[in-house]
């Protein structure tokens, strides 16, 4: 059915605030219904801001909407599977954030119960949808640097090396915090997606240069989770790939600035991926990177210009336009599917660094 106008409702009012509701709000075919929080006071802020005319503190409210079309879930990971499926009971199309869920058990979970569905149902790997990306995919695809041998990827952020940021649920394991599933989750996807094949096997060291932070309340708390991961990765076989191995080396300690970096190197040359979709391809023989001519987007007012922001302002308007034309299918969107791969690897990257050795998939 076509309708006039998708209406959303948002669960959570951190990065939705920030990034996902203007650029919603900026598509044409958008209405901004509901939002929730941890705290009504947080939703009715952020409501006033957006306009928004429904705000609760409960997201059971948002989650059965009858105005609410899409549901978008940007709370911890430890709510997802529960807020998942009772949007995909009220029969809400569904844009998740990573990681998934907190193991591949739930995660399978969502999955099977979004099949049962007429709904899309997807994850929010929204770097899939840079420009610079798009363009990267099918330099790939078009034999520019050959088959692909290696793949690296290299995310610095210093911004949590600093001691005196707040202890929150990004601190604790039990929540589903930690760079593991926020941003290895980025980069396993992508590697997914670029390649077009799975990841056979992982070692995976992870580890907290912060141990502990002091809550709100004024209580030192230790924290739990990871924020550096490194691991060495193994792809299977493609039509992009052979023998090719990975690196991976994540850390939201590191500086002195920002860095979110993929290399693809080839039989025929090396292809590079900058964070804000910034495509340079080095070809056997040259010496010196070219750059290769793309739209990287404007940055968005007051976010920090990681890449992520731009990428969701190119994302948003797709996925609005796809399901106003009644269709359930985005064309390169991560899909539950999607998620479930991913969380099957970052399930063995837990494994592999608790008992300090490779695990195969």
């Not at 290696?150 to 210093?158: E, G, L, N, R, S």
């Not at 080396?249 to 979110?260: A, F, L």
């Not at 299918?329 to 099957?344: C, I, L, S």
Request: charged share 25%; glycine share 8%.
């Amino acid at each position: 059915m076509v309708q006039d106008k998708i209406g959303i409702g948002f669960i959570g009012t951190g990065f939705a605030r920030k990034v996902q509701m203007p650029a919603f709000a900026a598509c044409g075919g958008a209405r901004l219904v509901s939002v929730s929080s941890g705290t009504k006071e947080n939703a009715a802020a952020a409501a006033s801001e957006f306009g928004i005319e429904h705000a609760s503190g409960d997201w059971r409210e948002t989650a059965s909407h009858p105005d609410v079309d899409l549901i978008v879930i940007t709370t911890p990971p430890i709510h997802h599977l529960e807020m998942a499926v009772a949007a995909i009971d009220a029969g809400k199309h569904i844009l998740a954030e990573k990681p998934m869920a907190m193991n591949t058990a739930e995660a399978e979970t969502m999955r099977d119960a979004a099949a049962l569905r007429p709904i899309m149902a997807l994850i929010d790997h929204e770097l899939r949808f840079q420009p610079g990306r798009q363009l990267a995919f099918a330099m790939l695809r078009d034999g520019a640097i050959g088959r692909v041998r290696h793949a690296k990827a290299i995310f610095q952020a210093p911004h949590r090396g600093d001691p005196t940021l707040p202890w929150n649920w990004w601190s604790d394991k039990a929540q589903g915090g930690g760079a593991l599933g926020a941003i290895v989750s980025h980069v396993i996807d992508s590697f997914h997606w670029f390649l077009g094949v799975d990841i056979t096997s992982v070692s995976c060291q992870l580890h907290s240069n912060i141990k502990e932070r002091m809550a709100p309340d004024g209580e030192i708390r230790p924290v739990t989770s990871d924020d550096e991961a490194m691991m060495l990765l193994r792809f299977a076989d493609g039509e992009l790939t052979d023998d090719a191995t990975g690196l991976v080396s994540v850390s939201m300690t590191e500086g002195p600035e920002y860095r979110n970096r993929m290399e693809f190197y080839g039989a025929e040359g090396v292809l590079r991926i900058d964070h804000r979709g910034e495509v340079l391809v080095c070809r056997n023989g040259e010496h010196e990177w070219s750059s290769v001519t793309t739209d990287i987007g404007s940055p968005i007012a007051g976010v920090p210009d990681t890449g992520f922001a731009r990428a969701f302002h190119f994302f948003a308007p797709i996925l609005v336009a796809t399901l106003l034309r009644g269709e359930r299918v985005v064309k390169d969107a991560a899909t539950f599917d999607d998620g479930v791969r991913v969380q099957r690897v970052l399930d063995a990257c837990r494994v592999s660094d608790s008992e300090s050795q490779s695990v195969f998939l």
